[in-house]
C-alpha cells in the first residue's frame, strides 16, 4: 500500500538546536509594540462601537432603510470586540500585579 499526499517538505537540520532560517527585518515585517497593538484594538472597538450605534438611530428613523440582522450583527460584534480589549487590559493588569509581587 502507498500513500501519497502531495506534499514535499524538505528539512535540512545541520544541528538540532537550530531554529531554521531567521529572517530579515525590515520595515515591511516589524511588529509592533504591545502598547501600539493594544491602542489599535481600542480603536477599532470603538468604531464598531460607533457603526453599532450609527445602525441603531438609522433604524428608528427610518427603519426600511436597515436590516434587523445588520444591526444585530453590529451590536454582536461591538459587544466581543469590548469584551476582547477589556480580557486583554485586565490580564495586562494582573500580569503587573503578578510581577510586583515578585520582590
Excluded at 7 to 12: I, R, W
Excluded at 48 to 74: C, F
Excluded at 76 to 86: D, G, H, M, P
Amino acid at each position: 500500500m502507498e500513500i501519497s499526499n502531495n506534499y514535499d517538505v524538505f528539512v535540512k537540520t545541520t544541528n538540532p538546536k537550530h531554529l531554521g532560517q531567521v529572517r530579515e527585518s525590515n520595515s515591511s515585517n516589524v511588529e509592533k509594540s504591545f502598547g501600539e497593538a493594544l491602542l489599535s484594538a481600542i480603536d477599532g472597538a470603538n468604531k464598531s462601537q460607533l457603526k453599532s450605534r450609527e445602525l441603531e438611530k438609522l433604524a428608528v428613523v427610518s427603519p426600511e432603510e436597515v436590516d434587523v440582522n445588520d444591526i444585530m450583527i453590529a451590536e454582536e460584534e461591538s459587544r466581543l470586540s469590548l469584551l476582547f480589549v477589556k480580557t486583554v487590559i485586565d490580564k495586562g493588569i494582573s500580569a503587573w500585579r503578578e510581577l510586583l509581587n515578585l520582590r
